[in-house]
Structure formats: C-alpha cells, structure tokens
C-alpha cells in the first residue's frame, strides 16, 4: 500500500491533466489525508492494513464511515468531492458571490454550467476516473453503507 504523501502526488499528478490550477485544489487533495481534519462533510480516508476507511464528520461527529478495499474508488471519491467544491468555488467569483450575504440562484443554467465544467475536468483526467463520472452514482454508491 501506498503512503498518505504518495497518494497526494497521484491526485496532483491527475489534476495536473485538467485546466484546474494546483492553489484551488491542494487543501482538498491534502486534508483528507490529515489526522486533525475534520470540516463537515468533507472526505477523510485512513489507510489500514488492507484498505481504506472513509469517514466525514458534521460538527466533529462521525456521520458516515465505510471501509473500502478499492485504490481507484478511493482517489475517485477525494476526486469527486475536489472538482464538486472547486468549480462550485469557481462559479461563486464569477458570478461575484460568497453565499453569505450574496448568493447564487441554483437553476437549471447555472446547474449545467457547474456540471459541464465538472464533466470537461475528468474527461481531461480520463480513464476509470471519468468513465466512472459518465456513468453517473459512482460517488453515491462508494457513500453508500
């Protein structure tokens, strides 16, 4: 098994492919990896032995956990959650808004904008990564207990 810091690089080494620069992304490739992190709902992956332990919190308390045996899974999910949180980040600057005290109007254009930007980010990945973003669940059934 692969450590922590080997598992960082490969991330990187993936979005390296995709118009995504490295300072909107290294936190969310990096965080789940840390003992101390704990943002709500963000991925949280402890290697074992002989796999991988998927956790999120939602104020310091675990709301899911699921233990994984599968690399690519696992990457796929940190992926996922990383290209969600970016280009969602991405969308607040364009349209000049923190969703605070301004906020974006989820509809249906803007929904298509969000996910056609997702959708080119893992065809310039590629492989199992976007085949698995094509067919659409992959990130619901890993999340799935």
């Given amino acids: 098994m692969k450590t922590e810091a080997?598992?960082?690089e490969q991330l990187h080494s993936l979005l390296q492919r995709t118009s995504l620069q490295e300072e909107e992304y290294r936190?969310?490739?990096?965080n789940p990896f840390v003992q101390s992190f704990l943002d709500d709902f963000a991925p949280f992956v402890e290697l074992t032995a002989t796999g991988y332990r998927l956790k999120m919190y939602e104020r310091g308390q675990t709301v899911f956990t699921k233990m994984i045996y599968d690399e690519e899974a696992m990457l796929y999910w940190i992926l996922a959650y990383t290209i969600e949180l970016v280009t969602h980040i991405r969308l607040l600057h364009k349209y000049k808004v923190d969703n605070k005290t301004s906020f974006l109007t989820y509809d249906d254009d803007l929904i298509q904008q969000w996910k056609n930007e997702q959708t080119q980010i893992f065809d310039a990945i590629g492989g199992i990564y976007a085949q698995w973003w094509h067919e659409t669940g992959k990130r619901a059934e890993i999340e799935s207990r």
């Fill in 27 to 30: 936190d969310y490739i990096t």
């Fill in 6 to 8: 080997q598992y960082i």
